[in-house]
């Protein structure tokens, strides 16, 4: 059975660095046909902010500006998502997510975020 | 872009209901010729579940009154016979290969009359 689990902060103040893990069970994240991190709000809906395919090709939002990295830790299955000089605008529940095949995709619960002074 | 219509959709039990999504631009993904929009329907406090995949494919579990089909910038999520259940947000999801790009509809709250 597949699981994803979300941690980090829940409270980040304005202009600094939000940091999130993806912890994966039940599947391998090298293994996975993509791999990534999706926030929702609602000011901007369901939207991808970055994610990594099984050809090592990597997706950032274009509407972040370079301020977020993606990365993995394979030899303990997590991922994880950086996200610099935060604002109020990045205040979302993150989801991490996972497809291993094209026909099925796994997500996290989902994790509230609050950019808040 | 992905522009799903309409916003909202109150359905009478035993209804069909049809859900459009129009990609600003055409795409084709190269990665062995397949055409990448899935479906997804969001139940409230839950995560998005997968619905369809692929324009046209059930995912596993899905109940054969979810259909999906379109083309090229056009496609539709089609619902027959309409259950309680079946309340929630539904999504479009795009996504491309090369280059790599993935983007969500705004979304369709379907609800019961």
């Known amino acids: 059975q597949v699981q994803l689990q979300e941690s980090g902060p829940g409270l980040v103040k304005p202009s600094e660095t939000l940091s999130l893990k993806c912890t994966v069970s039940?599947?391998?994240?090298?293994?996975?046909?993509?791999w990534g991190w999706i926030r929702q709000s609602p000011r901007e809906g369901l939207v991808w902010v970055a994610s990594?395919?099984?050809?090592?090709?990597?997706y950032y939002n274009p509407s972040l500006k370079g301020r977020v990295t993606i990365s993995a830790e394979t030899s303990k299955n997590h991922f994880s998502l950086m996200v610099t000089s935060v604002t109020a605008a990045d205040t979302a529940v993150y989801y991490c997510?996972?497809?291993?095949?094209?026909?099925?995709?796994?997500w996290g619960q989902g994790i509230l975020v609050t950019v808040s002074s | 872009v992905l522009t799903q219509t309409p916003h909202s959709l109150p359905i009478t039990p035993g209804e069909s209901a049809s859900i459009s999504c129009r990609s600003s631009?055409?795409?084709?993904?190269?990665?062995?010729?397949?055409?990448?929009l899935d479906w997804y329907l969001q139940k409230p406090g839950q995560s998005p579940q997968l619905l369809i995949y692929?324009?046209?494919n059930r995912a596993s579990g899905v109940p054969d009154r979810f259909s999906g089909s379109g083309s090229v910038s056009a496609f539709t999520l089609r619902i027959s016979r309409v259950e309680a259940e079946d309340v929630g947000v539904y999504f479009c999801?795009?996504?491309?290969?090369?280059?790599?790009?993935?983007?969500f509809g705004q979304g369709t709250k379907l609800e019961i009359k």
């Open positions: 997510a996972i497809r291993p095949v094209v026909m099925s995709d796994y």
């Open positions: 039940g599947y391998s994240v090298s293994s996975a046909y993509y």
């Open positions: 990594t395919s099984h050809s090592g090709t990597t």
């Open positions: 631009q055409s795409f084709w993904s190269y990665d062995h010729g397949n055409t990448y």
């Open positions: 692929s324009v046209s």
């Open positions: 999801m795009q996504r491309v290969e090369s280059p790599s790009s993935y983007s």
